[in-house]
């Protein structure tokens, strides 16, 4: 996949030698409580990239996850996923896990608006989602910033991690991007 660049970071595709940083902030306690995907050890994200680069990109009924690096090191701060339903192959989903070093910096707002390009503009799609435990402020403040609308809320919903949590969706549309483009480009 081509990189998707921002100001000060840059959506890439995912290496061997990430593995490393990502098991480092997939495993962090902050982290762990709202992501379903917690490595048990470097070799198994290194696994997992194995996989990714035998993946066709976006393809429906996957997941494809890509590097959030720094633009001027290239160093890897965090991984966005795209998940394109199967049966809604013009949807997309995101979810998002950043280093908490890097929380609060605005980076994760980038990575979002760049993601935003390459769902609407690269790949067509009509509208795109999230899926947010309530009880996570800084992905919901997230949404609402890069300019998401709450759809719903899904009480006790979803069995995660043994219990039963609620579920949050913000969606933006197309047009709803556009629309927002020439207010205020990016």
């Known amino acids: 996949m081509n990189a998707v660049v921002a100001e000060r970071v840059v959506l890439r595709d995912l290496h061997a030698h990430d593995a490393g940083a990502i098991f480092a902030y997939r495993t962090d306690p902050e982290n762990m409580r709202y992501q379903g995907w917690e490595p048990k050890s470097a070799d198994d994200v290194r696994a997992f990239i194995a996989e990714l680069g035998a993946a066709e990109p ?98 006790e919903s979803l069995r995660f991690k043994g219990a039963w949590v609620d579920d949050a969706v913000f969606a933006m549309l197309a047009r709803e991007w556009r629309a927002a483009q020439v207010t205020s480009p990016p």
């Open 58 to 155: 976006f393809a429906p009924g996957t997941w494809y996850q890509l590097g959030i690096a720094l633009r001027s090191t290239d160093e890897l701060i965090g991984d966005c996923g795209v998940h394109v339903p199967q049966t809604e192959p013009d949807q997309a989903e995101f979810g998002i896990t950043l280093a908490p070093a890097f929380h609060g910096h605005g980076y994760a707002t980038e990575a979002i608006r760049a993601m935003l390009r390459l769902a609407f503009d690269t790949l067509g799609k009509h509208r795109v989602f999230g899926s947010i435990d309530p009880r996570n402020a800084r992905s919901i403040a997230l949404m609402r910033r890069t300019g998401f609308r709450r759809e719903a809320h899904f009480v």
